[in-house]
């Protein structure tokens, strides 16, 4: 048993320390991690780091120590329920039903052990001890689970309603605008209006797929594709936010193609979401002047698409999340790009509905990002 995890560690008080050392020899030959402790202090010190349970000669029961181990046992978690096993003598009256009966009982789980003990009985008590120990770590660790979803969840509507309070902003304003205004604002504003139902109603798409997507609802439509002049149509469609006068930033998109046509297997419209999430990414977090390559590969059986980017980059602690639901690189109200963190997620079930891989890469912040998804090519027996 590794010694660097008190948790599964028992802690051993006796009224000598060769007494508490023969009893950690006997339960380290049966694989169990145990440590003696000199004295309530040091029992005490140890138990606050954590331990799976306390074994106890009824000796070192002196009032004072019972008090702090009764105190140290009610700032438990609600999760746990720390055993302690009490080694007593034939005669106990004295200390376990005398003056320490009531400090006894705040121990709540405790197991008396007679003496003599044989050395099986021990090490049986205590794997039974341990065995329902880990029990309990489980839970703490499905409450722990439990409230990080909570935790997401309010977080996520607190998103949502940011994302969807921006462009009713807009319409609500344009409309009143329009009621108020003459014919020459007659051109602007329904434009404005029509842009930002969209957005809404772009939003509203990646909630039911998502939705679809978890519940396993989405079915694909494979076709033979061109996978190039899929990902073209893709670049070309955010060809009007990077380039020409009015673009937002101006971005150099660059599309690299393999000489010969790669043709795979595939659900166009389902495939045309994917590219379109990690392009569309890509730009959202590229600065303006940036340089976003998409590159296309083919090998014997897969295909690979690589989007890069030498944006903000993705820190390493976010990196291993970035396809988990709800998951954002700035988890702030005030972004500047939106987004409800639904898009990677969409594109990693997608994917994987294809029989492909996705990963992410990048150096760290500020140095770019990478997407690279692999595809299994339709085999020319198959296109023929």
Same mark, same amino acid.
Request: net charge neutral; aromatic share 4%.
């Given at each position: 048993?590794?010694?660097?995890?008190?948790?599964?560690?028992?802690?051993?008080?006796?009224?000598?320390?060769?007494? #508490?050392?023969?009893?950690?020899?006997?339960?380290?030959?049966?694989?169990?991690?145990?440590?003696?402790?000199?004295?309530?202090?040091?029992?005490?010190?140890?138990?606050?780091?954590?331990?799976?349970?306390?074994?106890?000669?009824?000796?070192?029961?002196?009032?004072?120590?019972?008090?702090?181990?009764?105190?140290?046992?009610?700032?438990?978690?609600?999760?746990?329920?720390?055993?302690?096993?009490?080694?007593?003598?034939?005669?106990?009256?004295?200390?376990?039903?005398?003056?320490?009966?009531?400090?006894?009982?705040?121990?709540?789980?405790?197991?008396?052990?007679?003496?003599?003990?044989?050395?099986?009985?021990?090490?049986?008590?205590?794997?039974?001890?341990?065995?329902?120990?880990?029990?309990?770590?489980? !839970?703490?660790?499905?409450?722990? !689970?439990?409230?990080?979803?909570?935790?997401?969840?309010?977080?996520?509507? #607190?998103?949502?309603?940011?994302?969807?309070?921006?462009?009713?902003?807009?319409?609500?304003?344009?409309?009143?605008?329009?009621?108020?205004?003459?014919?020459?604002?007659?051109?602007?504003?329904?434009?404005?209006?029509?842009?930002?139902?969209?957005?809404?109603?772009?939003?509203?798409?990646?909630?039911?797929?998502?939705?679809?997507?978890?519940?396993?609802?989405?079915?694909?439509?494979?076709?033979?594709?061109?996978?190039?002049?899929?990902?073209?149509?893709?670049?070309?469609?955010?060809?009007?936010?990077?380039?020409?006068?009015? !673009?937002?930033?101006?971005?150099?998109?660059?599309?690299?193609?393999?000489?010969?046509?790669?043709?795979?297997?595939?659900?166009?419209?389902?495939?045309?979401?994917?590219?379109?999430?990690?392009?569309?990414?890509?730009?959202?977090?590229?600065?303006?002047?940036?340089?976003?390559?998409?590159?296309?590969?083919?090998?014997?059986?897969? #295909?690979?698409?690589?989007?890069?980017?030498?944006?903000?980059?993705?820190?390493?602690?976010?990196?291993?999340?970035?396809?988990?639901?709800?998951?954002?690189?700035?988890?702030?109200?005030?972004?500047?790009?939106?987004?409800?963190?639904?898009?990677?997620?969409?594109?990693?079930?997608?994917?994987?509905?294809?029989?492909?891989?996705?990963?992410?890469?990048?150096?760290?912040?500020?140095?770019?990002?990478?997407?690279?998804?692999?595809?299994?090519?339709?085999?020319?027996?198959?296109?023929?």
């Amino acid at each position: 048993m590794p010694r660097d995890e008190p948790d599964q560690r028992f802690l051993i008080a006796a009224p000598t320390g060769r007494d #508490a050392l023969l009893t950690c020899a006997v339960l380290e030959r049966a694989g169990l991690d145990a440590l003696a402790c000199a004295g309530g202090d040091e029992l005490h010190r140890q138990a606050t780091r954590g331990c799976a349970g306390l074994v106890l000669a009824e000796e070192v029961l002196v009032p004072a120590t019972v008090a702090r181990l009764a105190d140290l046992v009610a700032a438990q978690e609600p999760w746990s329920d720390l055993p302690v096993m009490l080694l007593t003598g034939e005669d106990s009256h004295t200390r376990t039903r005398g003056p320490n009966a009531a400090l006894l009982a705040r121990l709540g789980n405790v197991t008396l052990l007679e003496r003599p003990l044989r050395p099986v009985t021990m090490v049986s008590a205590v794997r039974a001890a341990l065995r329902a120990r880990r029990r309990q770590y489980q !839970a703490r660790q499905m409450l722990a !689970a439990q409230a990080e979803a909570l935790r997401q969840r309010d977080e996520f509507l #607190a998103m949502l309603g940011h994302e969807l309070r921006n462009p009713l902003g807009v319409i609500l304003f344009s409309v009143d605008v329009l009621e108020r205004g003459g014919p020459e604002r007659a051109a602007r504003y329904p434009a404005t209006i029509r842009r930002q139902a969209r957005h809404l109603a772009r939003l509203v798409d990646d909630l039911l797929d998502v939705s679809r997507v978890t519940s396993g609802k989405i079915v694909l439509q494979r076709r033979p594709l061109a996978l190039g002049e899929l990902l073209r149509r893709c670049l070309e469609a955010f060809e009007p936010r990077t380039h020409g006068l009015h !673009a937002p930033q101006h971005q150099r998109l660059e599309l690299v193609l393999p000489a010969e046509p790669t043709t795979l297997d595939g659900d166009e419209v389902r495939l045309e979401q994917v590219f379109t999430n990690l392009i569309g990414n890509a730009v959202k977090y590229t600065p303006a002047g940036g340089h976003i390559t998409v590159t296309l590969t083919h090998h014997a059986t897969t #295909a690979e698409i690589r989007i890069s980017d030498d944006g903000v980059g993705i820190a390493a602690d976010m990196l291993p999340y970035v396809f988990d639901l709800f998951a954002q690189a700035k988890r702030t109200l005030d972004r500047s790009q939106g987004g409800l963190g639904v898009g990677l997620t969409l594109v990693r079930t997608l994917v994987q509905l294809h029989a492909g891989t996705v990963e992410a890469h990048s150096a760290g912040l500020g140095r770019g990002s990478e997407f690279v998804v692999q595809l299994p090519l339709t085999p020319p027996a198959a296109r023929a």
